[in-house]
């Protein structure tokens, strides 16, 4: 079996050939709780954009991805800020998932050699170590994938040194159309056991009529 190739699956269910969401993130830090609720849109693995709804604060910050780059827009200064490559591995929106991860997820294929490192009647364990020249963070990632419906129970983020790092969980795995997606996935911070990020989809389909004029820098800042 392909390993390259079930990963890719794994990483586009989310996406389709386009989509929107309605998506509600709590991020718990070792100082504050925060809820968010947020609107996105997606097309194919390049362009993504998404809009804070609440809280009221809050409403109207954006994030634009395009290919490898990424914008946030600021409301209150009306102000679009690139987001320069040293600040990649910063926190997105506050919580535990990065501006990294919004970029690289959809190229992780590209970027990683994969391989089986062991499998039961249920689940896939699948090893990515980075390709020579790759410029990543991650020094492995281990894809803990269910067989039957092709979902992920759980990935692991390891350091340059071999350390696990971080952990992503998903569950709440429900039929939208043709496709079996998790409909909420758990962010874990290994070295803060007490802090943690869930991202849960409320509303989500696919197909939608957008294209990718939708995905620029005027629409960034149009509520």
């Keep these: 079996m392909d390993m390259r190739q079930l990963i890719r699956e794994v990483e586009d269910q989310y996406m389709g050939v ?4 309605i998506m509600v993130m709590q991020v718990r830090t070792a100082h504050w709780t925060r809820t968010t609720e947020m609107h996105a849109w997606s ?4 362009h993504f954009l998404v809009r804070i709804l609440a809280p009221a604060k809050e409403r109207d910050v954006a994030t634009l991805k395009i290919g490898r780059e990424v914008w946030n827009y600021l409301p209150k200064v009306d102000r679009t800020i690139r987001i320069p490559p040293s600040m990649m591995g910063g926190s997105w929106m506050g919580s535990h998932i990065t501006n990294n991860d919004l970029v690289k997820a959809a190229h992780i294929d590209e970027d990683y050699d994969f391989r089986l490192l062991a499998e ?3 689940t896939w364990t699948i090893e990515g170590l980075p390709k020579p020249n790759a410029a990543v963070i991650w020094g492995r990632i281990v894809y803990r994938v269910e067989k039957k419906r092709r979902v992920p129970v759980q990935i692991d983020y390891f350091d340059e040194e071999g350390v696990r790092v971080r ?3 998903f569950d709440r795995v429900t039929k939208i159309g043709n496709r079996q997606i998790p409909l909420r996935m758990r962010v874990q911070p290994l070295d803060q056991p007490d802090e943690q990020t869930v991202l849960e989809y409320r509303k989500l389909r696919f ?3 957008i294209d990718r004029t939708f995905f620029s820098r005027r629409q960034l800042r149009m509520p």
């Design 120 to 122: 039961d009647a249920q």
């Design 207 to 209: 197909d939608v009529d």
């Design 167 to 169: 952990s992503i969980g």
């Design 18 to 21: 386009s989509s929107e969401a």
């Design 43 to 46: 097309l194919g693995r390049d």
